[in-house]
């Protein structure tokens, strides 16, 4: 197997990165599978956010290259911010908060290390790429968790880097009693869990109707819950290529504040398929309805959950606006603090945050958003609307 020329790892915290770092490094300088192939890497240049990172985690922490080095260990000089191996091979330390340090010295590798927090992120990693001249083929490693950033974003996009995601569960033998248990029990499902446990890149639209900010307020305890709804936003085909279809359930409480339970939506399927989740889920939560929009499916709609069940009452629902204009005053309601979330539905918020005047992104369909439009309407801005209300018994 040939070697990684330009290699980028983004992963959760206590995944792992530092450790595979320092693997890295002491595998380059003494010549060892499997990341040399018995060629010795006589200068590499280690690159963190300080100087003090670069000693302290990536060189003497606890998973650092002196560290795990049991045999041979290399020597660090800190006048000279170097760590030495016997074999005559130097590690130099460069901080991101100097740019210009990286100007004359040159390499054969170099090793990154949490690029997402660097001071002069740009500037410090695109003079290191001038410094890696030496050898046959200079090598890099950019280990860090994701933030949206400039680089990061930049080099994720680069075809020239391969990226490897890392999880912190993945981890887990190696980290404390309960760490994971404790950390999912109050992240899980929230913008700073998904970047901090499962690795992902969360950012924002610029033009979104939701920020992430504003979703991350702590879960709503559900008590006693008025009315429940259960809104369908149906595909209008049944192609595997075809829209999802949106399944949001939500609840008001006695103060008039809209919960939204659990987004149910489910890939593309038959008629049949998401009329039976959309009854399973009305009778599961006790609802008191089904909202189902009817402009692509008109009167079938209404004739496939009454194969299901036909004493479900249905509300059909006819969008007579463009998908942005109803999703302003529930936009607006979520600001007003009229309505929260049960728990985190990552899903369902990655739709809200990335819904702009021309859609979701990519020219998706947004199923989710859809159904929850719905549902919130029906609940708090129902009057209205007047939606037809059929049973269809």
Known sequence: MPPIVNWMVVGGRGSGKTRLGAEWVNALARGLGPFSHRHRHMRIALVGETLG???????????????????????YEPTRRRLLWDSGAVAQAFS?????????????????????????ATACFDMLQFGLRLGQQPRQLVTTTPKAVPLIKRLLADPAFTVTRMATRENVDNLAAGFLETVRARYAGS??????LDGEMIEDRADALWTRAALETPAAPVGTLRRIVVAVDPPATSRRTSDACGIVVAGLDESDRAIVIEDATMAAARPQDWAARAVARFHAHEADC?????????EMVAAVLRTVDPAVPVKEVRASRGKWLRAEPVAALYAQGRVVHARHFPELEDEMCDFGPDGLSGGRSPDRVDALVWAITELLLGRANRPRIRNLS
Not at 53 to 75: K, Q, W
């Open 53 to 75: 990172d670069v000693r302290e985690v990536m060189v003497d922490g606890p998973s650092g290259i002196a560290t795990i080095a049991h045999r041979n260990r290399p020597r």
């Open 96 to 120: 991101s908060e100097d740019p210009e340090s990286l100007r004359g010295p040159q390499f054969e590798a170099a090793w990154c290390d949490e690029a997402a927090k660097w001071k002069n």
């Open 191 to 196: 913008r700073l869990g998904r970047q901090e």
């Open 290 to 298: 089904v909202v189902a929009e009817v402009n692509q499916g008109g």
